[in-house]
């Protein structure tokens, strides 16, 4: 499949939706039959105008050439029409901007980062350009991303976990043009040391119990029962699963590691049941058109389970491998094999679920209890 990148671009003062993709003569001739269409003359990039209506048309159109369309550039909370009290409305981007973040989205691929991260980068990336665009800076000084920083981070209330990954994106735009970062001297501020949500066993279950849809029920088992991260459970294969090891092989996860987890016997008997009735082609689970099943799609199963069994605690997908790793310790499970199952790099990060599970809080005894 080829892959169409959908950006904002700002031309003749009008917002537009910037087509982009690697040259393909074909796609080329495809795209200039479709209504309203324009097309730079400077560089030859494709853009329409940028409405919703345009948006989907243009999507179902490049679906039926065969394309994957990534419109994860055009997320609306970096939209030039915030007018909200307080906020600064910042400048769109030029052409040209536009084709270095492209030239810097390939970048970031040949560094092997995973999609997610190269979204996060490229979008916080673009916002302090569109910063600098604005304050008129012709470099990218110490003082300009402490200012950038400063008004739509720390005012905004950001948290420190996305301020980390605002300097981090802004770090590997610096090196991607050879400046010299550590000239910059740009640290990060310390994370908040948040101890995970859990769920009891019985909360795991009433979640399980209320999901009546099989390919729901099997994929929120299967996050819980192998301890997976979302990604690596809509990633998973067909053969990834070793029925006769019991074992299920988790491959290219965080840090771009393999790794086998626990195939449990129960999920087992569920899974032949599900591969039976759905008959996946290539991954263990498909969405619509036998295409992989989306992460937003997973979490919209799990919080219609949550709503429906009671739950009041706030839960994600990441609280069902949370509670996997929590519910192994309490069971007496060495940590070593826990950070093994996981895929922790250090043990130091496994050790957070010391300070969560019942038992040992159970053993200590309330000195309140003495008097």
Known sequence: MKTVLFLPMTHEGKEQIAISFDKDEGLTAYLKKFPGIGQCGSNGTFYIERTS???????????????????????????????????????????????????????????????????????????????????????????????FNYDFIVKEGKSISYQNQCINGIKKYLAYKNMDVGKLNLTRPRKEKKLPVVLSKDEVKAIMEVTHNLKHKCLLCLIYSGGLRVGEAINLKINDIDSYRMLIHVKGAKGKKDRYTLLSTSFLYLLRKYYKEFRPKVYLFEGQGNDQYSSSSAQSVLRRSVRIAGVKKKVTLHTLRHSFATHLLENGTDIRYIQELLGHNSPKTTMIYTHVTENSLKNINNPFDGL
């Open 53 to 147: 209506a345009n948006k989907k048309m243009l999507f179902d159109y490049l679906r039926k050439a065969n394309c994957f369309i990534d419109y994860s550039g055009l997320n609306p909370k970096v939209k030039n029409t915030k007018t909200n009290k307080g906020k600064i409305k910042l400048p769109g981007l030029t052409v040209e901007n536009q084709q270095e973040f492209e030239k810097f989205r390939r970048w970031l691929q040949e560094k092997r980062l995973s999609h997610n991260t190269i979204n996060t980068y490229i979008e916080v990336t673009r916002f302090f350009v569109r910063y600098s665009i604005l304050k008129g800076a012709k470099d990218y000084t110490k003082r300009l991303i402490e200012s």
